[in-house]
């Protein structure tokens, strides 16, 4: 689960981790009023103005802008506040911006520079092990420094019996080229923000840039967080920070009914229980000429009203011209799940995409014969081939 800079934020400093301090706002007026408090607090004449969408890139769309005073604090915010923006992370259409965060400067001056780097932890799945990676060329595009000059990215592997050792910190503080109290303040912050990881169940942080400012401290200016979804219950205030509004309308609704549900981009909706057996069937339906338009896992235990659910969220996507459900009788025995396709076709009314049905496994026979009695709009099939057949014959048809 993703959630806001400012959530992010919010999470690092519960656990240490030093962050650049902002307040969250709805309106430009709001924006004037935590302006005025952060310049009370901090002394800055300067303050950030940054939109909060589930997207990197900001900067670049104008989503981040600096302002000097009040008035273009309102400004700015006015600005940002309802705008769609898109970064390179968005794809074209864009996001809407609710929300912006206005956040202190930190970039002052003083007596030494500053400078910025690139700090994530993640799961590294090829190792089985927690990673920290980490790179001098902070405030770019790590997939930029990766690609023009990967000896500059580092990485630290963490040994699950033990977890992030003390050498291991200071190994990354070294790397980072930081002396004297800037490398004490990396220290920290590197092992604070392992142990905030950890600690949230997450599967990745991404903090870039980790500034090292003029005196010497060491903060995070900016926050990626991505939330562990299996692991929520046992975070109930950070499910809570859910966005819904920034996420796939069509996925929300396939959460709220239980339904593993991603939205894509091609022409034949697909209704499957298990992840596997959904990634061979959208494998299927390339080769049979058509391109996915989804990967839905209906999950073990399909019936009347899943069925029906899934069925609303694939005919929400105008693109869908045929659907192929393929269910696999284990768990669940195929008549059943053959006698929900039917009520809930009923029960929806007029479907107007042909539906290929294929069911193999326990009563798939059974099966097959309530599909073809039913006198709907179904093609049933039993073997995978025949399936794959049927996606091109009705494809052809709909041409």
């Known amino acids: 689960m993703n959630i806001h800079e400012y959530q992010g934020k919010q999470i690092l400093k519960s656990f240490g981790v030093n962050v650049q301090e902002g307040i969250v706002a709805d309106t430009?007026?709001?924006?004037?009023?935590?302006?005025?408090?952060?310049?009370?607090?901090?002394?800055?004449?300067?303050?950030?103005?940054?939109?909060?969408?589930?997207?990197?890139?900001?900067?670049?769309?104008?989503?981040?802008?600096?302002?000097?005073?009040?008035?273009?604090?309102?400004?700015?915010?006015?600005?940002?506040?309802?705008?769609?923006?898109?970064?390179?992370?968005?794809?074209?259409?864009?996001?809407?911006?609710?929300?912006?965060?206005?956040?202190?400067?930190?970039?002052?001056?003083?007596?030494?520079?500053?400078?910025?780097?690139?700090?994530?932890?993640?799961?590294?799945?090829?190792?089985?092990?927690?990673?920290?990676?980490?790179?001098?060329e902070g405030g770019m595009d790590i997939e930029e420094v990766a690609e023009h000059t990967p000896h500059l990215i580092f990485k630290e592997e963490i040994d699950p019996k033990v977890g992030l050792q003390g050498f291991q910190a200071r190994k990354i503080a070294f790397n980072l080229g930081v002396s004297g109290g800037a490398f004490k303040e990396m220290v920290k912050f590197v092992t604070a923000l392992y142990k905030a990881y950890e600690a949230t169940d997450s599967s990745m942080f991404e903090?870039?840039?980790?500034?090292?400012?003029?005196?010497?401290?060491?903060?995070?200016?900016?926050?990626?967080?991505?939330?562990?979804?299996?692991?929520?219950?046992?975070?109930?205030?950070?499910?809570?920070?859910?966005?819904?509004?920034?996420?796939?309308?069509?996925?929300?609704?396939?959460?709220?009914?239980?339904?593993?549900?991603?939205?894509?981009d091609g022409n034949v909706g697909c209704m499957v229980n298990g992840a596997g057996l959904a990634m061979a069937t959208m494998d299927i339906i390339k080769l049979a000429g058509g391109e996915p338009a989804n990967f839905l896992d209906v999950g073990g235990t399909a019936n009347a009203q899943t069925v029906k659910a899934a069925f609303n969220i694939i005919l929400k996507d105008p693109n869908v011209k045929a659907i192929l459900i393929n269910i696999f009788g284990g768990i669940v025995r195929c008549d059943r799940v053959a006698q929900g396709v039917i009520d809930a076709y009923q029960e929806i009314g007029n479907i107007p995409v042909p539906i290929i049905c294929r069911l193999q496994g326990t009563n798939a026979e059974e099966a097959k014969k309530l599909i073809d009695e039913s006198g709907l709009q179904v093609y049933s099939a039993i073997a995978l081939k025949e399936a794959a057949d049927l996606v091109t014959k009705v494809l052809a048809e709909e041409a």
């Open 28 to 136: 430009p007026e709001q924006a004037v009023e935590a302006a005025k408090q952060l310049k009370i607090d901090y002394n800055s004449d300067w303050v950030v103005i940054k939109a909060q969408i589930h997207a990197g890139g900001r900067g670049k769309g104008g989503g981040v802008k600096l302002a000097k005073n009040l008035d273009e604090v309102k400004q700015r915010a006015t600005d940002i506040i309802g705008m769609q923006l898109v970064t390179p992370q968005t794809g074209p259409e864009g996001k809407l911006v609710s929300k912006i965060l206005v956040a202190q400067d930190v970039y002052y001056p003083g007596a030494s520079e500053t400078k910025e780097f690139y700090i994530s932890v993640l799961l590294d799945r090829a190792a089985g092990r927690n990673i920290i990676m980490y790179s001098t």
């Open 207 to 264: 903090i870039n840039p980790v500034l090292k400012t003029s005196d010497d401290k060491v903060i995070a200016v900016d926050a990626k967080v991505n939330l562990d979804e299996n692991a929520l219950f046992r975070h109930a205030d950070y499910a809570a920070m859910r966005d819904v509004t920034e996420e796939d309308p069509m996925e929300v609704e396939a959460s709220a009914s239980n339904l593993n549900f991603v939205n894509l």
